[in-house]
């Protein structure tokens, strides 16, 4: 019995999600479809190097996989060397996810500053702690606005607050501290790859990439 995992995507942005990849989850491979057409399959190791598929309307398609610092890998996939709406390559996609942890740190930190002002005895420590989640959200918007500044900012501190946290309230013994860089490891690459994304949205100067033009006959 084969297991496959689908995922859809538009061709460009708010469009019908024309292209479906469909990996098999035993062997590893892709197949590319296209409106339910099957363009081609991409063998588990090919996808470490990309391949290409020429569409109808002349643009170049090029999935590859990455692999995140996890071993995860991320299914990315371009047209014309811009990412497709929703893909892993998505710089929108990728801003999307770091905002949404931005607010999501910044929200646990003011209802925990919240509830201890209004029911304990609060100290400096809540006030800072009341302060850099308002300072967090504040820049969580600023970054959905395509803010290089602000999403850097709030990474800084994502990152000086989760180190932090496992310093002061972390086991110290050899297994607990390798964990714990292992952890924080991952969350600099996410937080780098948010402000990639960002500088990558502002840039607009992707490359362009076109199928070889036919020789004459």
Known sequence: MTVTITKRYPLEPHGRKRLALRR??????VAVVLDGRELGRIPREALHEGVDFALPDESLLHVWNEVGPNGTPYTCVTRNGHPLPGSASDPVKILWVNVVCFWGLATLQLFFA????????????????????????LLAAFAWYRSYVATVLASIIV????????????????????????????????????????????????PIRRPPERIPQ
């Open 24 to 29: 098999d989850l035993a062997t590893g491979d």
């Open 114 to 137: 919240a509830m201890t002002m209004a029911y304990g005895e609060p100290d400096g420590s809540v006030y800072a702690i009341g302060a850099a989640g308002l300072a967090l959200a």
């Open 159 to 206: 990152i000086v607050e989760a180190a932090l946290f496992s310093f002061f309230e972390g086991r110290h013994d050899v297994g607990s501290l390798v964990s714990a860089s292992i952890a924080l490891g991952i969350l600099i690459y996410l937080m780098l790859r948010g402000i990639n994304a960002v500088a990558e949205i502002k840039s607009h100067t992707l």
